[in-house]
C-alpha cells in the first residue's frame, strides 16, 4: 500500500502544533454529528494538562495528511509503553509475545485518551477525496509503525466504516460490546418506563424513590451554572473513586479547569446534594445527539444514588433534551436492567509480527463470535414489554 503522491504525511508530538481550526474541521467535517471528544478543546486539555503525555505514557504521534500547506486529514495517535487507559485489552496478547521473547512495547494507539467512546479515527475534511485521503492515513500508520519498529497500531473505538476499511489493509478485527440507552422518541421518564416489564418498572420506581430517602436533591449543571465549588467536589469524588478502581486517577485537576474554561457547554454535571453539601457527582458531556457519561464518585454512599445520578437522570436530562441516546461508558451488565442494551464496539489492530499476529487473529475469530452471540442473549432479556 502507497500513499498518493499528491499527499504528504507527517507525524507530530503535540496537538498545539496543528491550528484548532484545521483539527476540528477534519474532526467534524459536515457539522451535523458533533462528538465532544473529538474536538481540539478536549486533546488539548489531555496534553496541557499533563494527563496523556509523554510522562504518564501517552506520547502523542499524530499523523497529519496534507497536500501542500493544507491539512486534509489527522490521526490521534500516541506511542505507548504501557496498556492503561484504553478499555480495549491486549495485556494477554503483551504477555505471550514477551514470553516468547518479542517486545510488545512501545506500540502505537489510535484513540481519545481515557475515552471509551465510539468515533471516527480517520478525521478527514469535508472539502477532500475523504476515501483517498483515507487510504494515505492508513498506509501513514503502517508506515510509522516500520519506521519506529514497534509492534503493532491499534485503533480502538473506531467506525463500522473504519473498521471495514482497516481490514482491508491487514489490520485484524475486534469487536466488545457496552450498554446504551435509545430515546425512541418518548416525552417524559414515564413514558419510557411504560415500555417495560411490570417487574423493571417498578423495581426503577423503586430505586429511584430510595435514593433520595435521606433528604437527597439533584442538581443539574450545565455551561456557567457549573460553579467552582462544585468542580472541586466533583474532582474529589472522581479522585475517590479513580483510585479504588485503578490505583491512580488518569486526569487531574487542571484537565478539569481547561475544559471549564474551554468546554463548558458541552458538560452536564449531575450532582448530589444533601443538608447544604456536595455528595456525590458524575460528569457527562454533550454531543448532538448523544449525552456521554464518563465519570462517578462519592464520598457518601446511598442506595441507588449510583443509579439514579448516572443512569436515570441521564435518561431524563436525554428525553428533555431531545438527545437520541445515552452512552453510560463501558462495561457493567447492570445497565441492561435499567434499560440500556447491548451495543456493538469494534477495533482494529495490525501486528506486525507474522507469529504474533497468526495467533491474534485466531484469537479473534472465536472473541467475535461469543461478543456477537452475547449481545443476541442480552438483549433477549433485557427490561422491555415482548411483543405479544
Known amino acids: 500500500m502507497t500513499t498518493p503522491t499528491d499527499i504528504t504525511l507527517e507525524a507530530v508530538s503535540s496537538v498545539r502544533q496543528i491550528a484548532a481550526a484545521d483539527w476540528d474541521a477534519c474532526a467534524n467535517p459536515d457539522g451535523s454529528v458533533y462528538n465532544p471528544f473529538l474536538s481540539y478543546a478536549f486533546f ?18 499524530h499523523l497529519i495528511a496534507r497536500r501542500g500547506e493544507h491539512i486534509l486529514g489527522i490521526v490521534p495517535c500516541y506511542l505507548k509503553n504501557h496498556s492503561q487507559g484504553e478499555y480495549v485489552f491486549d495485556h494477554n496478547w503483551a504477555d505471550a509475545f514477551m514470553r516468547a521473547g518479542g517486545a510488545y512495547y512501545p506500540k502505537l ?18 472539502d477532500t477525496d475523504q476515501d483517498r485521503t483515507r487510504e494515505a492515513l492508513i498506509a501513514g500508520m503502517i508506515g510509522l509503525c516500520n519506521q519506529l519498529k514497534v509492534s503493532s497500531v491499534h485503533v480502538t473505538f473506531a467506525t463500522q466504516g473504519e473498521w471495514d476499511m482497516l481490514a482491508e489493509h491487514g489490520f485484524l478485527q475486534r469487536t466488545d460490546q457496552q450498554y446504551h440507552w435509545r430515546n425512541e422518541n418518548y416525552a417524559t421518564f414515564d413514558d419510557f418506563l ?19 430517602a435521606n433528604g437527597i436533591s439533584i442538581h443539574i449543571l450545565n455551561g456557567s451554572e457549573i460553579t467552582e465549588d462544585a468542580w472541586d467536589a466533583f474532582y474529589d469524588f472522581y479522585m475517590e473513586t479513580g483510585s479504588r478502581k485503578w490505583g491512580r486517577p488518569y486526569l487531574n485537576r487542571a484537565f478539569y479547569t481547561q475544559i471549564a474554561e474551554t468546554m463548558a457547554d458541552d458538560i452536564v454535571l449531575i450532582m448530589a446534594k444533601r443538608e447544604g453539601r456536595w455528595i456525590a457527582g458524575a460528569i457527562n458531556f454533550k454531543g448532538s445527539d448523544t449525552l456521554f457519561g464518563r465519570h462517578w464518585g462519592a464520598i457518601e454512599h446511598h442506595p441507588f444514588l449510583h443509579f439514579e445520578v448516572c443512569y436515570y ?11 437520541k441516546f445515552v452512552e453510560a461508558g463501558a462495561q457493567g451488565e447492570h445497565k441492561i436492567a435499567r434499560g440500556y442494551l447491548p451495543q456493538m464496539t469494534r477495533s482494529a489492530h495490525y501486528i506486525a509480527d507474522p507469529s504474533l499476529r497468526r495467533a491474534v487473529r485466531d484469537y479473534l ?6 461478543v456477537e452471540q452475547a449481545g443476541r442473549e442480552l438483549t433477549e432479556a433485557g427490561p422491555f414489554r415482548k411483543a405479544t
Not at 496534553?47 to 502523542?60: F, I, K
Not at 411504560?194 to 433520595?212: G, V, Y
Open 44 to 61: 488539548a486539555a489531555l496534553e496541557d494538562s499533563g494527563s496523556a503525555t509523554a510522562r504518564t505514557g501517552w506520547l502523542a504521534r
Open 109 to 126: 494507539q489510535v484513540s481519545v485518551p481515557f475515552t471509551p467512546v465510539t468515533g471516527p479515527r480517520l478525521l478527514v475534511r469535508a
Open 194 to 212: 411504560a415500555t417495560l416489564a411490570s417487574r423493571h418498572r417498578k423495581a426503577i420506581k423503586r430505586e429511584r424513590r430510595d435514593a433520595l
Open 313 to 323: 437522570q441521564a435518561i431524563d436530562y436525554a428525553i428533555r433534551h431531545g438527545l
Open 365 to 370: 475469530v472465536h472473541e467475535r463470535d461469543y
